[in-house]
């Protein structure tokens, strides 16, 4: 069974996401990076995009909830709900 890139994309398990489609980093935009305490989000200087780093999220949420454009998702585990 073969998987396209946009299917390993959706199968991450990552606890944050962004939607590249949304994402305004190419236009200068840091805000996700700036305000995460774990410096876990940087910009791909190749895309123009913010992507997660590193996989130690302690979902605190200001990166979500300072996206100007929603672009960031942050999934929080059922037990911590």
Request: glycine share 4%.
């Amino acid at each position: 069974m073969s998987f396209t890139p946009h299917d390993i994309l959706h199968r991450s398990a990552a606890p944050v996401t962004i939607d590249e489609s949304k994402c305004i980093a190419d236009k200068g935009c840091t805000v996700c990076v700036d305000v995460c305490p774990l410096d876990l989000l940087a910009i791909d200087l190749s895309k123009g995009k913010a992507y997660m780093q590193f996989d130690e999220c302690w979902y605190c949420m200001p990166c979500e909830q300072d996206c100007p454009t929603g672009a960031v998702k942050v999934d929080i585990p059922y037990l911590l709900r």
